[in-house]
Every structure is written in structure tokens, then in C-alpha cells.
């Protein structure tokens, strides 16, 4: 599925299907609920962190774009207004897929957007120069992160490739594994989504056993529904839309307590993450990160 209509206007706000819409709100991910409530930014370290990323990408006019879970399409906005030569949003959901095809550029870029599993792009192999995906592999088991990674590793060509992810992380790297998992049942009961967050160590772990080296990385604290953080990453005229809306609806109201009482009770085991990486050259080591 291909999209260059690239005066095809915006949905209006109001009117647009989301992901899960018609689920009731005491059951839906939580990552949706947000985005019912008008929430647009969905990344644990916010656009800060996904500045930081495309920043460490350097995405230019020569690049191939591929974002892998592309969601509501905030960083394909960020990404396209770096102008490179193409940009595919890769989606496995149909209304996710709907709102993205309404992407424009103000630039050439070549705009593509396919319906299809992260895991299983159904995209030609070396494809992209940079490929990133975000907010999603930290919601898959082991067995589907890896294969997530390695789906990325097989879109990139040899030369100039370049990936990277922004995820939650859990710290310290040598945190108590009954801890670990004690976290990991909190989050998926406050947000209904298998929350699998991995140390910084693990996540360096996934990327280079799929055949990549890690180049550099950052945290950012997991400050998803922190008031600063909120204005940050919407802006004051949606955060305080966005915190109407909370007001006015008691589920809502409740889930969103029982999220962010999770994120302060783990606050200094979680944080958010962001790794850049290259496709390791036959017959090197992986380096440590920069």
C-alpha cells in the first residue's frame, strides 16, 4: 500500500478512528487510551529523546527511511521534515495505518506506507539506509524482539546503514531479577500490554547478537505522564485539553492514576532509552558503545 498524495489533508482531531477505539477505556492498552485522551507523543523518553535519535540518525537527502510501528505518525512528522529521498511507515494496525496515510512532506520525500507486522515487513531486503522503531519492542517477548531486530538488520543495506531504537529500560544493569519481574507485572497491569522492558546491557545484547554494533546511546527519565513532561511533548493548549478530558471521565480518570502511581513507584528502577547502531562489518568485533 502506497500513499504520494501529498496534499491530502489532516484528519480532523475529533473525528479520527485511533487504534482500539471502541474498546471501553478500563480495558484498552494503555498507550491508546492516552491517545483517546488527545495524547500524541507515546515515546517513554519523549521528543526530546526522539530528537536525540533522529539527531544521532543524521537522516538526510540521500536516505531510505523505514519506521517499524509507526503508531499515530508524531516522529514520521519529525522525520519528514528532515527531508529525506523516501519514508516507509511500516503498521500492522488498520487505523494506525489509515491516519499515517495522510502524512504529507514538505519537501521531495517519497512517502510509502505499508500495513504489516515490524517483524515481518514484507519489504525488499537492503531497502533503507536508516530504519527506527520506538515505544514497541519493550511490549514483545524475547523470541519477538529478536526478530524484530533482525527484520531491521535485513532492511538495511551494508553501506551507511544505520538503526535505532527508544524503548523503557530497567536499571540498574545488575537489577534483582525478582524485582525485574515484579516490575514487569506492574506495568502490564497498569497499562494491559505485556510490558517486557530489558537492562541497557540486554537491549546492547539484542542488537548485536542480530548482527549490529551499538555506536552510542542515552537515557531519559520515564516521565510519560509528568505535568512538565506533558507540555513538553504536547504543548500547553493540548496538555491542558488533554488534562480536561481526564477530569471529565472517571475510568479515564482511574487509568491514568494507576499508570502514572506505577511509573512513581518504580521510578528509580525504569527510565527510557534510546540506541543507535550500524550493521557490524564482516569479520570485526562489536565495539562498546560511544
Known amino acids: 500500500m502506497v500513499t504520494t498524495d501529498h496534499d491530502h489533508p489532516l484528519p480532523d482531531e475529533a473525528a479520527a478512528v485511533l487504534p482500539d ?44 527511511v523505514v519506521e517499524l510501528a509507526a503508531g499515530l505518525g508524531a516522529t514520521a512528522r519529525l522525520t519528514l521534515a528532515r527531508a529525506p529521498a523516501a519514508y516507509t511507515a511500516v503498521d500492522r494496525d488498520p487505523a494506525a495505518v489509515a491516519r499515517l496515510r495522510t502524512l504529507t512532506s514538505p519537501g521531495p520525500t517519497e512517502i510509502h506506507v505499508v500495513r504489516a507486522d515490524a517483524a515481518n515487513s514484507g519489504l525488499p531486503a537492503g531497502c533503507a539506509t536508516v530504519v527506527y522503531g520506538e515505544a514497541m519492542l519493550s511490549m514483545q517477548p524475547e523470541p519477538a524482539k529478536r526478530r524484530v531486530v533482525g527484520e531491521a538488520r535485513r532492511l538495511l543495506g551494508e553501506a551507511c546503514g544505520r538503526y535505532a531504537i527508544h524503548e523503557l529500560c530497567l536499571v540498574p544493569d545488575d537489577i534483582d531479577p525478582a524485582l525485574a519481574e515484579e516490575i514487569t ?10 510490558a517486557r522492558p ?9 542488537l548485536t547478537d542480530a548482527g549490529f554494533t551499538v555506536t552510542s546511546l542515552r537515557t531519559a527519565p520515564m516521565a510519560l505522564l509528568e505535568p512538565r513532561r506533558l507540555v513538553a511533548d504536547e504543548g500547553l493548549t493540548r496538555a491542558l485539553a488533554i488534562a480536561g478530558r481526564v477530569v471529565r471521565d472517571p475510568a479515564a480518570r482511574r487509568r491514568v492514576r494507576h499508570m502514572r502511581s506505577t511509573f512513581h513507584r518504580h521510578r528509580d528502577h525504569l527510565c527510557a532509552i534510546s540506541l543507535l547502531a550500524a550493521p557490524t562489518a564482516a569479520g570485526t568485533q562489536q565495539g562498546a558503545p560511544a
Request: no cysteine; aromatic share 4%.
Open 198 to 206: 530489558l537492562t541497557a546491557t540486554g537491549w546492547s545484547e539484542v
Open 185 to 194: 507485572a506492574d506495568l502490564g497491569g497498569a497499562m494491559h500490554v505485556g
Open 21 to 64: 477505539d471502541g474498546r471501553e477505556v478500563a480495558r484498552m492498552p494503555g498507550h491508546w487510551m492516552l491517545g483517546r485522551l488527545g495524547k500524541r507523543v507515546l515515546r517513554p523518553g519523549g521528543l526530546e529523546l526522539t530528537r536525540w535519535m533522529l539527531d544521532a540518525l543524521a537522516v538526510g537527502p540521500d536516505d531510505k
